[in-house]
């Protein structure tokens, strides 16, 4: 177990990896780095949320990366395994109210409002690094041009 409410097949799960035969287990600096995130990011903010969070993504590895299109230096990969994308399906918070809640209350790295709209993002990407290298700070995705775009919300 990650945590008391994330089991390692869920961080890992990824229909990409299984269809591709693509092995996506974290190595042991990975597991650590995600038992921190859901030890001071995901169990405080589902006690919060009352219910469970869809984790959407957790770890990655290297290759699964490259297989899906996203950067191998990404903060999913087995160096870190610091980062998770959660959505609220269940109803019992908005992806905008978790947002908020996280935003106020809890400490992080990096948190990223996925697209959607102005009212609620499609999914929050969230990472942890650690207490002493948390960054807090907060983006916002947006489609450009036919490219994702960043741009930085950390004080807005």
């Not at 974290?26 to 006690?47: S, Y």
């Not at 899906?68 to 905008?96: E, F, P």
Request: charged share 25%; aromatic share 10%; proline share 3%.
């Amino acid at each position: 177990m990650i945590s008391e409410h994330i089991s390692e097949k869920e961080a890992t799960k990824s229909v990409t990896a299984l269809r591709l035969g693509i092995d996506n287990t974290p190595n042991g600096n990975a597991l650590g780095n995600m038992k921190l995130l859901a030890h001071w990011l995901f169990e405080p903010l589902r006690e919060w949320v009352g219910g469970p969070i869809k984790i959407t993504s957790f770890y990655r590895s290297p290759e699964l990366c490259v297989a899906i299109g996203s950067k191998t230096s990404s903060q999913h990969t087995c160096k870190n395994g610091a980062a998770i994308d959660i959505d609220d399906v269940y109803g019992y918070k908005t992806n905008a109210e978790m947002f908020y809640y996280i935003k106020e209350h809890l400490d992080f790295d990096q948190m990223i409002w996925e697209f959607g709209n102005e009212e609620n993002p499609d999914w929050l990407h969230i990472s942890y690094v650690s207490e002493s290298k948390n960054r807090n700070k907060i983006l916002k995705a947006v489609r450009h041009d036919g490219k994702t775009k960043y741009i930085d919300i950390t004080n807005a």
